[in-house]
């Protein structure tokens, strides 16, 4: 098991990403990391606990509005820091993920065929990078991680930022659980309802295939 959270909010988001990660502890990772967004990507990974990423992202004095976290439990890929979540696609999209893509070995060959280069090992940057091609064709990132999920075979939850789109997450689910939380001028996403209740009760599950902004 492994967490997601993300968030957009009024306030820096980095605390608020922390204490996320440090309530799903409990359900099992090897390596921890967040994004957040700034005048480029901002990105800090560990091996090991999320207080050991902490301590990372406080002495670059990591502050932000908008970014996404994740746990990681090993599944594709060894436990590095290269593949801990978020992988990120040409300095401009980053994805955290939930779940198993059983097609990923014929997406990261299409996508090595389009110029893509593969900087871990994980299914997670295939994601990563047809985010980004599918952006490229649509400029809208909402529309782009529709289509990039319709090309995945298995089990997802995500939660994606961009860049070009500097003030919103967007999310989506299949076969993984993953909610919003509203909050009063702040939004979050989680895997799990444990990440958000600091900051919000109001909650909503999405339901099998949903994508949201």
């Not at 968030?7 to 608020?16: E, K, M, N, Q, T």
């Amino acid at each position: 098991m492994c967490g997601i959270v993300g968030a957009v909010s009024f306030r820096d988001v980095v605390p608020i990403l922390v204490e996320g990660l440090l309530r799903l502890e409990y359900r099992g990772y090897d390596s921890a990391g967040i994004v957040i967004l700034g005048e480029d990507i901002q990105r800090v990974r560990s091996v090991g606990r999320v207080a050991e990423m902490q301590t990372r992202a406080n002495a670059q004095d990591l502050h932000g509005l908008v970014g996404i976290g994740h746990t990681r439990w090993a599944t594709h890929g060894g436990v590095t820091e290269s593949n801990a979540h978020p992988l990120i696609s040409r300095d401009e999209i980053a994805v955290v993920h939930n779940g198993i893509i059983e097609n990923h070995d014929a997406q990261r060959a299409r996508l090595k065929s389009l110029g893509y280069e593969f900087e871990s090992q994980t299914d997670t940057e295939v994601i990563a990078h047809l985010v980004h091609y599918h952006y490229s064709q649509t400029s809208d990132l909402f529309t782009a991680v529709r289509n990039a999920v319709k090309e995945l075979a298995g089990a997802y939850a995500i939660g994606v930022v961009s860049l070009k789109a500097p003030d919103v997450v967007i999310c989506a689910r299949m076969g993984c659980p993953l909610l919003i939380g509203l909050g009063d001028n702040e939004n979050f996403v989680a895997s799990d309802v444990s990440a958000v209740l600091s900051a919000t009760r109001r909650v909503i599950y999405l339901e099998e295939g949903d994508a949201a902004e």
